[in-house]
């Protein structure tokens, strides 16, 4: 069964650049049918989407994080990648990775375990 | 932008009783709008989409219904592991994107 799993270092220091990397296992990220999201949420917080990715490259950012957001997709690898930059501590978060159904209706049907990256000096 | 609300904040029940979650959006969402559980630990798990169809494996306990701008979850008889928080999602069509809401907390009365 699909699967999948975030990756990246856990402790990032203010003003640099998050990177993680989300691996699909047990399944294509080459799917006609399916986007590919970021999601985090802050300690004892709420939801919050960061953006999606079609493999073939298109790619949806929330408005309020779209100037520091980068999201990439490598086929080869069955991977997709989120870049945050100029990081402050109000993007400590548990960082989630999840497959987005790709309408009719959409919705994000499977999710990674998270990953926490705290920024901190 | 569609801001989402959920009511209440957190919702007290006893195990075997109903539970009834609401969830508000800005603006017309149609029925493009999912509900997700998670429990403390864990990631997100849908529960709901298209407003009302169950997502796979999910119990038939839980049940969702609304259109445009009002929402419910309704988790007929509360077992033990019904015990989290839910979270309403709204989704546009084109480009895709979504907005959460705050949350329900369900405890144990």
């Known amino acids: 069964q699909l699967q999948l799993q975030e990756s990246g270092p856990g402790l990032v220091k203010p003003s640099e650049t998050l990177s993680l990397t989300c691996t699909v296992s047990g399944g294509s990220i080459r799917s006609f049918s399916y986007y590919w999201g970021w999601i985090r949420q802050p300690p004892g917080k709420g939801l919050d989407w960061i953006g999606s990715i079609y493999y073939a490259g298109s790619t949806f950012y929330n408005p309020s994080l779209k100037s520091r957001v980068t999201i990439s997709v490598d086929t080869s690898k069955n991977q997709f990648s989120l870049r945050l930059s100029s990081v402050t501590a109000a993007d400590t978060a548990v960082y989630y990775c999840?497959?987005?159904?790709?309408?009719?209706?959409?919705?994000?049907?499977?999710w990674g375990r998270g990953t926490l990256v705290t920024v901190s000096s | 932008e569609i801001v989402m609300t959920q009511s209440p904040a957190t919702l007290s029940v006893s195990p075997g009783e109903r539970a009834t979650l609401s969830c508000r959006a800005s603006q017309s969402v149609s029925s493009n709008l999912a509900w997700y559980q998670q429990r403390p630990g864990q990631s997100p798990r849908l529960l709901i989409y298209?407003?009302?169809t169950r997502a796979t494996g999910i119990p038939a306990r839980f049940s969702g219904s609304g259109s445009g701008t009002e929402f419910t979850l309704t988790i007929s008889s509360l077992q033990s592991e019904d015990f989290a928080v839910y979270y309403c999602?709204?989704?546009?069509?084109?480009?895709?994107?979504?907005?959460f809401g705050p949350g329900t907390k369900v405890d144990i009365k």
């Open positions: 999602q709204q989704y546009k069509n084109w480009p895709p994107s979504g907005t």
């Open positions: 298209g407003a009302s």
């Open positions: 999840a497959r987005l159904e790709g309408g009719p209706y959409w919705y994000f049907d499977l």
